[in-house]
């Protein structure tokens, strides 16, 4: 049987202060020492800083370790992570986000590579109890910059291609052969993909995909992007009428099969153009959907085929997770300079498709001192809902780099520090038991276990 973490609620806050207006940017007041699970202790070996109690195995380590289908280093920039329980084991499908220059490619395997001149993919890496890695193999090879993903209520990885590169582009050392900027099903009972994986999900649009979440109910997939000029969309797919979802189904539907649409929001009878004009936790817009004339974007990128009244655009659209009977979203920062509304270091949205409504959740303000450790955080990329209550999310921003997490009050805490470099962390994500965080640092590329004393974390003093 297959499993995922399960999902607790987040409260609506903001992190800082919410004196955000238009031209201005607002900036943090400093975490809460009490909150999370305490101040991080300094790492000796100078890679991850964790709070007291806690401790972390390398998993998987890009050009150190070895694939046990062939003997392979471990491929670079590791990235979006799921974690299954598969009998005695988690086992992990992990992202690693290659363009083409990175030291280690995800080798090319019979039935599993897409194009052979692409250099991205995936690696399942099979997880003891204990955080020992057990095995690790490719899932899926010859994709694109395989940023992040999200899980299906049937037990698989949709891996994305953040790219619109198509056919004849040179990456690296190779060509690509065919267009990418597509989604991709990849199974945790590694055998399983051979053949399958390797199938791109055309139907659900070629953009510069970032993360997924399915709607277990009515198996409408949730798709953002990450891209400017213009700033990216939030999509839904709606599956074909009599669709029901399992393994393997979606490689079966047309290029054309469902409904691909934007999200556009309005706040009374006011048209919302962008994400950033909203400052306040608890904001709220009324969301309907535009359909996306050229899903496959032949010639016009999909985010560049609406006018700007017609639809609703962000910064950087990132992470997505479904929990609580919706999605939560990531809008990871905004500048004027970009041509944002108003400027800050993070949003954490919550779409409920019954109620057709988008909450802002959680705010970051601008972060003036990112290179000071415990100001505040910026860049939230990738996130997953704890079983202990809150979020964790993944920091991309500027200076020191965290594993940082929400409580369900909305306080920010650092779950963890990057000691080694100042690259981004990644893949967040639960064991089914809830006793392993596993999370990486893109690059060079370390998948780490995380173990301690988890409990509903403090919301401070």
Same mark, same amino acid.
């Given at each position: 049987?297959?499993?995922?973490?399960?999902?607790?609620?987040?409260?609506?806050?903001?992190?800082?202060?919410?004196?955000? &207006?238009? =031209?201005?940017? /607002? %900036?943090?007041? *400093?975490? $809460?020492?009490?909150?999370? !699970?305490?101040?991080?202790? #300094?790492?000796?070996?100078?890679?991850?800083?964790?709070?007291?109690?806690?401790?972390?195995?390398?998993?998987?380590?890009?050009?150190?370790?070895?694939?046990?289908?062939?003997?392979?280093?471990?491929?670079?920039?590791?990235?979006?992570?799921?974690?299954?329980?598969?009998?005695?084991?988690?086992?992990?499908?992990?992202?690693?986000? &290659?363009? =083409?220059?990175? /030291? %280690?490619?995800? *080798?090319? $395997?019979?039935?599993?590579? !897409?194009?052979?001149?692409? #250099?991205?993919?995936?690696?399942?890496?099979?997880?003891?109890?204990?955080?020992?890695?057990?095995?690790?193999?490719?899932?899926?090879?010859?994709?694109?910059?395989?940023?992040?993903?999200?899980?299906?209520?049937?037990?698989?990885?949709?891996?994305?291609?953040?790219?619109?590169?198509?056919?004849?582009?040179?990456?690296?050392?190779?060509?690509?052969?065919?267009?990418?900027?597509?989604?991709?099903?990849?199974?945790?009972?590694?055998?399983?993909?051979?053949?399958?994986?390797?199938?791109?999900?055309?139907?659900?649009?070629?953009?510069?995909?970032?993360?997924?979440?399915?709607?277990?109910?009515?198996?409408?997939?949730?798709?953002?992007?990450?891209?400017?000029?213009?700033?990216?969309?939030?999509?839904?797919?709606?599956?074909?009428?009599?669709?029901?979802?399992?393994?393997?189904?979606?490689?079966?539907?047309?290029?054309?099969?469902?409904?691909?649409?934007?999200?556009?929001?309005?706040?009374?009878?006011?048209?919302?153009?962008?994400?950033?004009?909203?400052?306040?936790?608890?904001?709220?817009?009324?969301?309907?959907?535009?359909?996306?004339?050229?899903?496959?974007?032949?010639?016009?990128?999909?985010?560049?085929?609406?006018?700007?009244?017609?639809?609703?655009?962000?910064?950087?659209?990132?992470?997505?997770?479904?929990?609580?009977?919706?999605?939560?979203?990531?809008?990871?920062?905004?500048?004027?300079?970009?041509?944002?509304?108003?400027?800050?270091?993070?949003?954490?949205?919550?779409?409920?498709?019954?109620?057709?409504?988008?909450?802002?959740?959680?705010?970051?303000?601008?972060?003036?001192?990112?290179?000071?450790?415990?100001?505040?955080?910026?860049?939230?990329?990738?996130?997953?809902?704890?079983?202990?209550?809150?979020?964790?999310?993944?920091?991309?921003?500027?200076?020191?780099?965290?594993?940082?997490?929400?409580?369900?009050?909305?306080?920010?805490?650092?779950?963890?520090?990057?000691?080694?470099?100042?690259?981004?962390?990644?893949?967040?994500?639960?064991?089914?038991?809830?006793?392993?965080?596993?999370?990486?640092?893109?690059?060079?590329?370390?998948?780490?276990?995380?173990?301690?004393?988890?409990?509903?974390?403090?919301?401070?003093?």
């Amino acid at each position: 049987m297959l499993r995922n973490s399960a999902a607790v609620g987040l409260g609506i806050a903001l992190f800082g202060s919410i004196d955000a &207006i238009a =031209g201005r940017p /607002a %900036f943090g007041a *400093p975490t $809460r020492a009490a909150s999370g !699970y305490g101040p991080l202790v #300094a790492d000796p070996r100078k890679l991850l800083s964790l709070p007291e109690g806690f401790s972390y195995k390398i998993v998987a380590e890009a050009g150190v370790t070895r694939l046990t289908d062939g003997g392979e280093p471990t491929p670079s920039d590791t990235d979006g992570t799921a974690a299954f329980t598969v009998r005695d084991r988690t086992v992990l499908v992990n992202n690693h986000e &290659i363009g =083409g220059d990175e /030291a %280690f490619p995800v *080798p090319h $395997r019979p039935g599993l590579t !897409y194009d052979e001149g692409a #250099a991205g993919g995936t690696t399942n890496i099979e997880v003891s109890a204990t955080g020992d890695r057990l095995a690790e193999y490719v899932s899926v090879a010859g994709t694109h910059n395989n940023c992040a993903g999200g899980v299906t209520p049937w037990g698989t990885w949709l891996t994305c291609e953040e790219t619109e590169d198509k056919a004849g582009k040179s990456v690296g050392s190779g060509v690509l052969s065919k267009d990418h900027g597509f989604v991709f099903e990849v199974s945790p009972v590694g055998q399983e993909n051979v053949g399958n994986s390797p199938v791109p999900l055309t139907f659900l649009g070629r953009f510069a995909h970032e993360a997924v979440a399915v709607d277990p109910r009515t198996l409408a997939i949730y798709l953002t992007e990450d891209a400017n000029d213009p700033h990216g969309l939030l999509y839904r797919w709606i599956p074909p009428k009599g669709f029901e979802g399992g393994k393997w189904t979606l490689k079966g539907l047309d290029e054309d099969a469902g409904s691909l649409q934007a999200m556009r929001c309005s706040r009374g009878s006011t048209h919302v153009k962008d994400l950033s004009e909203a400052t306040t936790p608890g904001t709220q817009y009324k969301v309907d959907w535009v359909e996306v004339p050229d899903r496959l974007a032949g010639t016009t990128s999909t985010r560049k085929q609406f006018a700007d009244e017609a639809i609703t655009r962000s910064r950087k659209f990132e992470g997505a997770w479904w929990a609580d009977g919706g999605a939560y979203i990531v809008a990871s920062y905004a500048r004027a300079s970009d041509g944002s509304v108003n400027e800050h270091d993070g949003q954490i949205w919550f779409y409920e498709p019954g109620k057709e409504r988008i909450t802002l959740k959680t705010i970051f303000t601008v972060n003036a001192t990112p290179d000071q450790d415990g100001t505040n955080f910026d860049g939230p990329d990738n996130i997953t809902v704890s079983p202990y209550g809150g979020v964790i999310l993944a920091e991309d921003g500027e200076g020191v780099q965290h594993l940082v997490g929400v409580t369900d009050q909305g306080n920010s805490y650092a779950m963890a520090r990057n000691d080694l470099n100042g690259n981004e962390f990644a893949g967040p994500t639960f064991s089914g038991d809830g006793k392993q965080l596993f999370a990486g640092i893109q690059s060079p590329g370390h998948v780490f276990a995380i173990t301690g004393p988890w409990r509903r974390p403090s919301n401070g003093a």
